[in-house]
Each structure stands twice: as structure tokens, then as C-alpha cells.
């Protein structure tokens, strides 16, 4: 008999905890606490103690998968390449899009998209990352010259004061959480915005229940204030941005006044004042936290330029306790992004419209055909082009993703999935998504796999192999690898092990550069990692923002805009959607751990008492909820601790399926979708 | 021929066993492992570093070689795998070195059938105390200035927490001094009056090695028949030598030890009474509580804690689903569990939210211990568990026996 545990860290949330998985014969049993992590410390949520329990599923995909007649019957791998070898020969690079997938470790990412634009020569890759931080990385990127959090989370005990705004941390990230609360326990203050009040809301000091889509008011507000009282950091500003007078022109008006902004709001004028006061007092000692509330609006990119403009003003950047802190939602969204899955850049986040960077990336895969000069379709633009055009659009390679229960307008993501000519998706579970496509793959889930993996501080980890993929499923980047040798291009794709596709990566990614396997034992190392022996950098922007051409952050004016559907009188309540601590997404992992399921098994619809009453409504009443896209019916959870006019759902359930009601418009610049405003109404279901 | 309660001086004759102080624990399990007393060993090595303790399952003997040495960032409990991985020792021999919380942890989970006692072999191991792996690293690297990846050891002498370099050098601290900053070892082991182990078989360390032998010798007290047996055993086949110990040394290690639980005591007090008493002491409670997020580590790392269907899973008491969990959560552990708390910590040093789960529960057993003059849990097998279950059937348990 064997024993052994195997370090490793979470595939779930961006926090990017470790924890041991036990290892009985050759299988793994259990999950255990590994305290060496600076991150979590041994310590886990819900998730990182039971999330292990669908690893030996039987429901797991062993053999590839062949549509034969239109059913899905099993296959080998010499059959599935060929098919899949053949059929994607058959398009022209434009007709082709790749979804690369942010809850892969790094090789994969890589892999992925250098087998889109070196095999398959298209320019369409992008990944979920799209979904949810894509306007931190746009916005970010727009002010300080780099998209990722610019603070570590350690970091964040350090700070005096807590601005939480679109972060339900203690259910999303709620090891990154702790140390909000550490803070706190040194005497803190916490402030959170939200519409809900969520159980990160209760340990707030100011809970500011503002309404969805009303941020940028919100925050311009703010500045309006900080700028009238002469607390701006006038050094700071000076020396390091341009565009301060554009911005305080616009911030400055009067429709930014604390009186229309508690109208607008929602929100009493003496709570903006108290916000005011302790972002005041705890000047230069203050921290912003901020998720998918602040992300998922059509003025998303906007709503994380101004809390970076906030945190500039008040010269809170670049140092500790303080920063733009993004809790990246996906275990490797960072690193997904950091690997070049997007349709804009390359590896590094080198522009593919920039010749410079698509001949170098040209140079070091020797090839002369990539892509580049264009854009690529992001993935709401793949799906409407599938749904609306599928004459220009055939062919789709989709990894680890399940877009008919995670993107919005779910019957409009069902007629894209019929429409697509051929589809290959490569997933560890036969999904809501798999039936519709020609061939499925079975890849490995992260306890299957030697790789790394990025969290949200930036912190490159290790994945570590605990067990062999059940019966004839393969590493994600080794299937790749097939698929490109059955396609003629096998010297590209020449790794043997992941640590070859990690120093194949980090030559040309100049963040990872100086980053090996072995200097990640321990600790992990934070980018920027330029040289081997470089410590790796926990705080960003300490002297200049590197990445802007003159090393100053850009200021700009930015005004609020109402989100893209607003309520009226057909459509009266607002809804906003999101998780919960028990499940991930599309729940095709944690909907099969007992643990968790028992817990949160379905869906429901947090109302407020007094709509309740209103509408007729007793708690646990199934409604019929329906917006402009479709309907879902839903049991109600009546209560106080959602704001009056606004109903919440969780979106993890194919059973009562939020997204039947979301909204596809999107924001602009980073085509993320507004997941976290649309307007509802309420039926009671007949009797 | 030794008896229980015998003491000596031990070491090695094993050349290749770089041990702590003699090596005799290592060599004891080798011997026991090698001459099938015992299928396997459960102990504790270093992982990555020796910041990272981690549990070794250990069949073949040449890899205890790599587990000798203490490891004070070693505060994983160890009985609990016992019955979980390996069927509760049900059908399979297992030699396990133990500190006061590990043994006291076996007897327990014994008493609930959970462990087959006749199956174990226990080593016990003096200990002073543990430190958490992240507390180590940011006091090394703060109070001593000293970056703690060039630390090669560490080790706990004469009240300091001494670390030593890769280059011989070494620096101390008082222990005292680091727990009045707020660092040093967990909360619950300057708590802790079990010291040296003598639920175990055979209890070893280095405390009361005087004289000649200091540093190279183990200090064996032999604690059970069972002790007696392999110990004598080892000696002769020659595997360890031993002498007597040296009077001043028994002074020594009597007075470590009385020390060392005089201060637990005094922390005990100091620790309680900042809590509070009364209400006043459950509103300090409910306020911790309220960052719960129903990871259930405490309950799956409690060495008290092993109903098959914890109740806290019954929707009549815990609304599924809600963070946090309503209070009757807490309270069904307190119910559960203080009666029986052997203060082991893992229900603190493992909450993702910094609830101090074990200073409450700590602090309600040494009432409930006063109020019902029972015996400390994890000393006598021959008491029965106090503790109080619906679930009779599967747990096995009795209700409290009031005097």
C-alpha cells in the first residue's frame, strides 16, 4: 500500500491557495492542508476541502467521442484526429475560432494559442477571461500601462482602510478575504459597495447598497469631493499622470454632487460623506478591491479606469496596503491572459498589430504565415457571428468552457452551437455544451497534470500530477500536440514534458523570463520576473509605470452612462447575477462533489421583502422570472438583505438557468458582457 | 530486561542515522519496521523544506533515514489519517511517533472505535511547542533579520528558538520575548501541559541528556508493556545501546517539564480570562463566528469530531447553504466536542477566517473538566468519551457522568 500527498494548488478561484491531495495506490482520496503556502497557509473554503470529489467521477470522459448519425458514440484517437485533422484542413483561417480556456495551467494556454495562429492560422482566440476581468486588463492597461492587480494579497492586511466595491470576497475569494478581515482585526475600517447585502457586506463598517450600474456616479462623486477638499496628492499627480485637469473638468460638474449622486444611487448623502471622511484619514494606507460587480457592465472598462483614476488621485499607488487589487475570478485567468489566448496579443501582452512583436513571435516559432495585423473576434462576437452569420463562420475548437450555461442569452448561445459546421470541444465532463459537438475530446482535469498556474496577485504556482487521467484521456497540450503533428506541424509542437512548454514560453514572455520549475518551490514567484536571479515583484508602479510610454499613469475624463437596458414599466425590477461559495460557474465539477451540492443543490431569487409583499410573493414561492431574451421559473428567497428593486440569482444552475434572462450587450473596448444588470419582471406561476 | 517506567539513556549503532540527539527513535521504528512488529510507520518528514512538514506512510525502512530530526513547523496531527486512510489500523500494524496532541488524539478517536489500540505502536516525542510554517518564515525574516530560505535548521533549547545557517552560524531568540510580539508558537501549544507523552509506548527527547551523552543520546522513559517489549528487543539485537541516565539529568527533564505545564497553566488563565466570562464572553463568540464560511476543516481535522452524518448537516439545525452558518453550528460543536477537547488546535490553525475555535474550546473543557471532576481527555483510556450525541448508534458514544 501507497500513501503519498501531492502538493499542489486550487483549480478554482483566482486566490490560488495550495493544499495536498491524497494519493492512496496510484489514486486520489481526499484533500488535505498544506500550511507552507503564503497564500492560504493550509487554511481553505468549502470548495478547496470537497472540491477535489468529482476527480474520479464516473461520469468523467475516458475515449474520444465521433457524431455518427447524429449520435455521440465513442471513438479512438486515431479516428478523432483524423476526423478533426481533415475537417479543420477544410476551412479558410477566418472561418475558424479557438476558445482557449482560463481554468487551464499556462502550457495549455500556450499551446492553445500557438496551435491557433501556427496550425490553424486564424487570428480568432480569446477565452473567458473575456467573461469577466477582460476591462481590468483593458483599463488597467489604459492608466497604468499593465492589467493585472498592482498589490499582493498579504499586502492587503496591511492596509488601514478597505474599499470593497462589485467583490463578494468572503463567497468569491474568500481566502483573500482573510486578509481583508486581518486588517480589520489591526483595527481597519471596511468599506463595501454592493446592492446585496452579501456576507462580505455584513462585516463592513459601511455597507453603500448602491444600485447596479451606477459605479462610475458613485466614484466620480468621490472625486469630486477629494478634489474640491484639496486632498488630492498633489506630488503623486504632478510628477506621475497626465491628464488631470481633463479629469477634474469632468468630475467636477455638478451632476456629480453628492445630492444627485445619493438620487442616482440609491445611497444616503451622510454614507457618502463617512466614505469621504475615511478615505481622508486613511490616505496613503487605503486599498481597492473590486470583482466582477465593477467588471461586468457594458461600461466595465470605464468603471475600472475610474477606481484606478480614485486610487491615483489619492496617491495610493504603488505602495503597500494600498493599489488597484482585481480578485481575478478563474484559477489561471491571469495566466490564460498572460499567455497570449486573446485575440488582441500575444505572450507577454505583445500587440498583434504591432509588426514589431507579430515578427519576433514569427522569428522564434519559425514560421512566416501568423496571423497578425488583425484583430481576432472575441467570444461574444464568435457567438454572434455563429448565431446570426454562420456563413462566416464554421468551425470552433472550444477547451474547457461550457458557453450554453455561461454566456448570456443562453437560447441565443444554443442556435450559435447548432449552427457551427464543425466543432470539436476538449472538456473533462460531457457538458450542456458537448452534445452539440462533432468531436469531443477527453482531456485532464488540474490533479492529472504537471503545469503552473497564475493567481490574482500575480503569483506563478506549480500544478502538480497526484494521479494518471482516467482511461484514454490526455493532457490538454499533448492532445494539442496531435492534432498539430496529424496536421503536418509536429517540429512545432516538439515538447515532452510541461516544463518544456514553460521554457519554450517564458523566452519570449518577458514577465516570466527569469522563472523556472525549480525556483517555484516554496513560495511561487510574483511577476515581473525578468532574470533568474530576480526575486519576482509583489508590488507594481513603486517608481514609474513601466509600461507607459512616458511612465505616467493617463487621466481621463470619464462620464456615467446607465447600463444598456434600464427598468421600466414592463420590465420594472433590476436583476444581478453570481456565484456562490459552493459552486463554480457552470457547476459541471462542483455540482458532482456531495459535499458542496448538499449545501446549494438549485438555484433561487433573492427579493426584497417589500417587493415581495408587494408582488404577492411568500418565500420559496416558484415565479416565472422573464426579461427581453427569455424566461426561467425559480424559487423566491424572500429577505432584507437585497436592496428593494433588485432581485439576484445564482447563475450555476442548467435547472433554473440565469442566463435564459442575461443580457449580451457588452462593453465596447472589452466585449464583456452585462451579466450584472438587466431588467425583469416577476409572475406568479399559475396554481 | 527493563520494566515500564524504566528510564535511560539511548543512541543508534546505526552509522548511516543522523538523528537529533542519539537517534534511537529512528532506529526503534526501523528495527520495528524491519522485524515486522509493524506493517508500516506514520511520521512526519520534511517536504519542500523545512517549513513544510508533511505525513510520511512509510513500508520501506531506508526511508525513515530521511525523517529523523525534529521539524518544530510540524503541527499536522497525525491520528486522524489513521482512520481515515488507513481503516482505523483495523487489520495492519502501524508504528507512529506522536506529540502530546498526537497521542492524545489516538486515545480518543480509540475510545470511539475508531482506532484499533492493539494495532498501534506509539513513539512519543517530548515537545515544547510548534510554530506555524508562515509565523517561522515572517519571524526569521522580521525579528531576526535573517532570510528564512538560508535557514538549514531549527530547534527550541533553554526557552529561545534557535535557527542555524548553512554557514554554522545560529541566533536565538527568547521564546517569551517572540509570544509577547504576538509570534513564536501557536496559541494552543503555550497552552499545552502534555509535554512528554507517556500515553505513547516509549517517550523520548532530548530533555535530562547531562553529562557525557549530552546531545548524542535519546532520553527513553518506557511507558507500556508493549514498550517494554520492542524496546528491549532493540537493545538486543544490538540495534541501540543504552545506560543509565545521570541523577542531575533526571533533575532536569523534571524540572523542564514542571515548567513548562506551570506556564501553560499561567497561559491557560492569561488566554481565558481575556476572553471574558458569561455573556460578554458568547458575544465575543457569535462576533468571531460571523465570518464562518462552512469549510467544515474544523470538523474534519477535530480528532473528537468522526460521526459518519455530522449533524450539522441536518437542515433542522443548520440552514443549509447560508454563510454564515446560523450560530447553532457552533454550538452543536461546543456541544459535541469541549467536553472531550485534548486542545490540539487544529480547529484554529486551520480556519480560514482566524475563528478561535480552539481557545473557546479549550477554555469550555477546563470548565466543564472543573464542573464535572472528570479526568483530563487523552490520558485514560479506561474513561469514557464525554461526550454527548444523537447519533448513538453510530458513534457509539455515552452521555456526560455527572458526579
Known amino acids: 500500500m501507497e500513501i503519498k500527498y501531492v502538493t499542489t494548488t486550487c483549480p478554482y478561484c483566482g486566490t490560488g491557495c495550495s493544499f495536498n491531495l491524497v494519493v492512496k495506490d496510484g489514486k486520489i482520496i481526499d484533500a488535505q492542508p498544506s500550511q507552507r503556502s503564503p497564500v492560504n497557509e493550509g487554511k481553505l473554503c468549502p470548495k478547496g476541502v470537497y472540491g477535489f470529489e468529482f476527480i474520479n467521477s464516473p461520469d468523467r470522459l475516458t475515449t474520444p467521442l465521433i457524431k455518427k448519425d447524429g449520435k ?14 481533415e475537417n479543420f484542413g477544410k476551412y479558410k483561417p477566418e472561418e475558424i475560432a479557438v476558445i482557449s480556456s482560463a481554468r487551464c495551467c499556462n502550457e495549455d494556454n500556450y499551446a492553445m494559442q500557438k496551435f491557433a495562429r501556427v496550425v490553424l492560422k486564424t487570428p480568432n482566440v480569446d477565452h473567458c477571461a473575456r467573461l469577466c476581468h477582460a476591462p481590468t486588463v483593458a483599463g488597467l492597461n489604459m492608466v497604468f500601462g499593465s492589467g493585472a492587480s498592482t498589490n499582493s494579497f498579504m499586502d492587503l492586511a496591511n492596509c488601514s482602510l478597505a474599499f470593497i466595491i462589485g ?6 475569494h474568500p481566502l483573500a478575504a482573510r486578509r481583508i478581515m486581518q486588517a480589520k482585526k489591526k483595527g481597519a475600517k471596511v468599506i463595501v459597495c454592493d446592492p446585496r447585502l452579501t456576507p462580505t457586506a455584513k462585516q463592513a463598517d459601511l455597507h453603500i447598497q448602491h444600485y447596479p450600474g451606477t459605479d462610475i456616479q458613485l466614484l466620480n462623486c468621490l472625486m469630486k469631493n477629494i478634489i474640491e477638499n484639496d486632498w488630492v496628492d498633489h506630488e503623486f499627480v504632478d510628477n506621475r499622470t497626465n491628464g488631470y485637469e481633463e479629469l477634474k473638468a469632468c468630475v467636477t460638474q455638478d451632476k456629480y454632487s453628492l445630492e444627485n449622486t445619493s438620487k442616482v444611487c440609491g445611497v444616503p448623502v451622510e454614507k457618502l460623506q463617512l466614505a469621504l471622511q475615511w478615505l481622508r484619514e486613511n490616505q496613503h494606507k487605503t486599498a481597492f478591491v473590486h470583482c466582477l460587480g465593477i467588471t461586468q457592465h457594458t461600461v466595465g472598462v470605464d468603471n475600472v479606469r475610474s477606481i484606478a483614476f480614485i486610487q491615483t488621485l489619492l496617491g495610493n499607488i504603488g505602495k503597500p496596503g494600498c493599489g488597484v487589487n482585481a480578485l481575478r475570478g478563474q484559477n489561471n485567468v491571469q495566466g490564460s491572459c498572460d499567455m497570449g489566448a486573446l485575440p488582441n496579443v500575444y505572450a507577454g501582452y505583445l500587440s498583434v498589430t504591432n509588426p514589431e512583436a507579430a515578427k519576433k513571435v514569427a522569428d522564434y516559432w519559425g514560421v512566416t504565415d501568423l496571423p497578425s495585423g488583425k484583430l481576432g473576434l472575441h467570444i461574444p462576437e464568435m457567438l454572434e457571428t455563429f448565431e446570426h452569420e454562420p456563413e462566416k463562420l464554421k468551425c470552433l475548437y472550444l477547451l474547457g468552457e461550457n458557453p450554453v450555461m455561461s454566456d448570456p442569452n443562453s437560447k441565443g448561445v444554443e442556435k450559435a452551437m447548432e449552427n457551427i459546421e464543425f466543432f470539436v470541444v476538449q472538456d473533462i465532463f460531457e457538458t450542456e455544451t458537448t452534445k452539440y459537438a462533432d468531436v469531443v475530446l477527453p482531456g485532464s482535469c488540474y490533479a492529472e497534470e504537471d503545469g503552473t498556474q497564475t493567481n490574482a496577485e500575480r503569483r506563478v504556482q506549480r500544478f502538480r500530477k497526484a494521479q494518471d487521467a482516467p482511461g484514454e484521456a490526455k493532457l490538454d497540450w499533448e492532445i494539442m500536440k496531435m492534432i498539430a503533428a496529424k496536421m503536418g506541424y509536429a517540429d512545432k509542437f516538439a515538447w515532452e514534458t510541461s516544463e518544456d512548454v514553460f521554457n519554450e514560453m517564458r523566452k519570449i514572455t518577458p514577465q516570466y523570463a527569469g522563472i523556472t520549475y525549480a525556483k517555484l518551490e516554496g513560495d511561487g514567484i510574483q511577476w515581473p520576473c525578468p532574470t533568474e536571479d530576480h526575486p519576482g515583484t509583489p508590488i507594481l508602479h513603486i517608481t514609474s509605470f513601466a509600461g507607459m510610454p512616458d511612465g505616467k499613469a493617463k487621466l481621463q475624463a470619464i462620464e456615467h452612462r446607465a447600463p444598456a437596458e434600464v427598468i421600466d414599466e414592463e420590465y420594472p425590477f433590476w436583476l444581478t447575477t453570481g456565484a456562490t461559495i459552493w459552486h463554480w460557474p457552470s457547476g459541471s465539477m462542483t455540482r458532482r462533489c456531495a459535499q458542496l451540492d448538499r449545501d446549494c443543490p438549485t438555484a433561487w431569487l433573492e427579493m426584497n421583502k417589500k417587493d415581495a409583499e408587494k408582488l404577492g410573493i411568500a418565500d420559496g414561492e416558484k415565479v416565472l422570472l422573464s426579461s427581453r431574451r427569455g424566461e426561467v421559473a425559480v424559487a423566491a428567497r424572500v429577505m432584507d438583505d437585497i436592496k428593494e428593486g433588485v432581485f439576484f440569482m445564482p447563475f450555476h444552475f442548467i435547472e433554473a438557468r440565469a442566463n435564459l434572462v442575461t443580457n449580451t450587450a457588452y462593453d465596447p473596448v472589452s466585449r464583456t458582457p452585462e451579466y450584472k444588470v438587466c431588467a425583469v419582471k416577476v409572475t406568479k406561476q399559475e396554481a | 530486561m527493563s520494566a515500564k517506567g524504566d528510564m535511560c539513556y539511548a543512541w543508534t549503532k546505526d552509522a548511516g542515522i543522523k538523528g537529533e540527539c542519539g537517534g534511537a527513535v529512528t532506529s526503534l521504528l526501523k528495527y520495528a519496521l524491519q522485524n515486522h512488529i509493524v506493517d508500516a510507520v506514520l511520521t512526519v518528514k520534511k517536504g519542500v523544506d523545512i517549513y513544510d512538514p508533511q505525513p510520511a506512510f512509510i513500508t520501506d525502512p531506508k526511508e525513515l533515514d530521511a525523517c529523523a530530526g525534529s521539524l518544530h513547523c ?3 496531527l497525525l491520528p486522524k489519517l489513521i482512520m481515515k486512510y488507513l481503516d482505523g489500523a483495523k487489520d495492519m500494524k502501524i508504528a507512529v511517533t506522536v506529540k502530546g496532541c498526537d497521542a492524545k488524539a489516538m ?8 482506532i484499533n489500540m492493539d494495532n498501534i505502536f506509539m513513539i512519543g516525542l517530548n515537545c515544547g511547542g510548534s510554530v506555524t510554517p508562515f509565523t517561522a518564515r515572517t519571524m526569521i525574516l522580521e ?23 548553512k554557514d554554522g552560524t545560529h541566533k536565538g531568540i527568547s521564546i517569551d520575548e517572540l509570544e509577547e510580539e504576538g509570534v513564536g508558537r ?8 502534555t509535554k512528554i507523552p507517556r500515553q505513547a509506548d516509549i517517550a523520548c527527547g532530548n530533555w535530562g541528556v547531562f553529562g557525557e551523552k549530552a546531545g548524542k543520546a535519546t532520553f527513553v522513559e518506557i511507558c507500556s508493556e508493549k514498550g517494554v517489549k520492542v524496546f528491549d528487543g532493540a537493545v538486543k539485537a544490538g540495534i541501540i545501546d543504552t545506560c543509565a541516565p545521570e541523577a542531575k539529568g533526571l533533575e532536569i527533564r523534571g524540572k523542564i ?3 513548562m505545564v506551570k506556564m501553560g497553566k499561567k497561559n491557560q488563565k492569561k488566554q481565558f480570562d481575556a476572553l471574558g466570562y458569561g455573556a460578554k464572553r458568547l458575544e465575543f463568540m457569535q462576533k468571531e463566528s460571523s465570518r464562518c464560511i462552512k469549510c467544515y476543516s474544523c470538523i474534519e481535522a477535530c480528532p473528537i469530531c468522526s460521526c459518519k452524518d455530522c449533524i450539522t448537516k441536518d437542515p433542522n439545525f443548520v440552514i443549509p447553504g447560508r454563510i454564515p452558518p446560523n450560530f447553532m453550528f457552533h454550538m452543536i460543536r461546543y456541544a459535541h466536542v469541549a467536553p472531550s477537547c485534548i486542545n490540539c488546535g487544529q480547529c484554529q490553525e486551520l480556519c480560514p477566517m482566524d475563528i478561535p475555535n480552539a481557545l473557546f474550546m479549550h477554555a469550555m473543557q477546563t470548565e466543564i473538566q472543573e464542573l464535572i471532576g472528570a479526568q483530563k481527555p487523552g490520558y485514560d483510556m479506561t474513561q469514557s468519551p464525554l461526550a454527548y450525541s444523537e447519533d448513538k448508534k453510530d458513534s457509539g458514544f455515552v452521555f456526560i457522568k455527572m458526579p
Not at chain 1, 75 to 85: G, Q, S
Not at chain 1, 167 to 172: K, L, P, Q, T, V
Not at chain 2, 107 to 114: F, N, P, T
Not at chain 2, 186 to 193: A, D, K, V
Open chain 1, 72 to 85: 455521440q458514440v465513442p471513438a479512438t484517437w486515431d479516428e478523432a484526429l483524423a476526423v478533426i485533422a
Open chain 1, 167 to 172: 467583490s463578494n470576497n468572503f463567497e468569491a
Open chain 2, 74 to 76: 510540524g503541527t499536522l
Open chain 2, 107 to 114: 486515545y480518543e478517536l480509540a475510545k470511539r472505535g475508531k
Open chain 2, 143 to 165: 525579528k531576526y533579520g535573517i532570510n528564512p530560505d538560508d535557514v538549514v535548521k531549527e530547534e527550541i533549547d533553554k526557552g529561545q528558538f534557535i535557527v542555524m545557517l
Open chain 2, 186 to 193: 501557536r496559541l494552543n501549544c503555550q497552552r499545552c501541559e
Open chain 2, 257 to 259: 517539564e514542571n515548567v
